[in-house]
């Protein structure tokens, strides 16, 4: 097998066994769903053509590090377990097949911290062990599960002991992302434009909180015109108030993922690792993409204002950005007030005033 790469060919010899084939059928299904968001410029090849990682691990000695999101991580470790395969978790399987055979690295770190929050420690300490056990595995084990020949993947060995982390402890990033996505909802239940509430929303971290980049483009894309809000904050209108909260956590863990792979890529993807996101939710990946695209000169309006304009009228974009841009310049104004000494409890207190207000919407239309 050979590749190209800036013009030089390289030879690979691989073992007579390596299922090139099956894998190239598996790279297919990830790219037909679009899952994988690479945190670097992605080569002419594409980031889903095999060769692109035998050539950067074996020729430039890189290490590739995939971030799932919860539903990915969980749907894999319930494939170890043996649950029968259904669509989705035939393309999980196609993504742990993947990876097992090009010697990509997880780290499901947010996911199973998510997953804990949501349904407790046990069950997230559980799936974290089935999910490290996946990887005992035989790769063409997930490929013939990914590829339709099997009901069920291949039993594994039983589930190994690990450390008892306490998964469901808040993270410090999750509850400043969710007193921002708290907000949000809170905008979308007032009357306005959506343009109107994505400057109230900056006006308001300015004043009161953090100037937050991945909170402010899911917000972007949550207020455009035409957005798929409807998987972005769900149940936000739900008659059940705590449903409603329910969902806006939810929403506060996207937005987690979305921070936490930006701050992976700026801290360590500058070296010899490159990260990848890896997610089934288009608007989340959507995101994601316009956030690694453009981590490097949010503040710079005429780049922020081109990257909004996939989602809003260009008059609106230049709004938005120039609206951040501003606020960015100013960040150090004794004025605002972050900038002073605030309550221990400053966050707590957001947190229980926003599931406050927004418990009490009942009956919004």
Request: aromatic share 10%; net charge negative; hydrophobic share 45%.
């Amino acid at each position: 097998m050979s590749t190209d790469n800036e013009d030089m060919s390289v030879l690979f010899a691989m073992p007579s066994d390596f299922p090139f084939d099956d894998i190239a059928r598996v790279a297919a299904m990830l790219e037909d769903a679009q899952l994988l968001v690479p945190g670097y410029i992605p080569p002419d090849v594409g980031i889903y053509d095999p060769r692109h990682y035998l050539y950067e691990s074996y020729v430039s000695r890189l290490e590739f590090v995939v971030l799932p999101d919860r539903n990915l991580a969980s749907r894999m470790a319930r494939v170890a377990m043996g649950e029968r395969l259904d669509e989705d978790r035939r393309l999980a399987a196609g993504l742990m097949a993947f990876a097992q055979c090009l010697d990509l690295n997880f780290d499901p770190a947010i996911a199973f911290h998510e997953l804990a929050h949501h349904d407790g420690n046990e069950v997230a300490t559980e799936e974290l062990q089935w999910f490290r056990e996946a990887d005992e595995a035989r790769p063409q084990d997930w490929l013939d599960a990914a590829l339709r020949r099997t009901e069920n993947l291949r039993r594994v060995s039983a589930a190994p002991d690990i450390a008892r982390f306490d998964l469901a402890k808040p993270l410090r990033r999750w509850r400043r992302n969710y007193v921002l996505t708290l907000k949000i909802a809170e905008l979308e239940l007032q009357p306005g434009s959506g343009i109107d509430k994505v400057v109230r929303l900056l006006d308001w971290m300015y004043n009161d909180f953090i100037l937050g980049g991945p909170a402010l483009l899911f917000a972007s894309l949550y207020f455009a015109p035409s957005a798929p809000r409807k998987r972005m904050l769900k149940h936000l209108r739900s008659p059940d108030r705590a449903r409603a909260v329910r969902g806006v956590r939810n929403a506060a863990w996207d937005v987690t993922h979305l921070s936490d792979f930006v701050r992976r890529v700026e801290e360590e993807g500058r070296g010899t690792k490159r990260f990848l996101f890896a997610t089934a939710d288009r608007a989340l990946a959507l995101v994601a993409s316009s956030l690694i695209q453009h981590a490097d000169d949010l503040d710079r309006p005429e780049s922020l204002a081109t990257q909004l304009t996939a989602w809003w009228p260009p008059a609106d974009a230049q709004t938005i950005a120039s609206v951040f841009a501003a606020y960015v310049n100013q960040l150090g104004d004794g004025g605002r007030r972050t900038n002073s000494e605030v309550p221990a409890d400053y966050v707590d207190n957001l947190i229980a005033a926003g599931e406050r207000l927004l418990g009490a919407a009942a009956g919004v239309p």
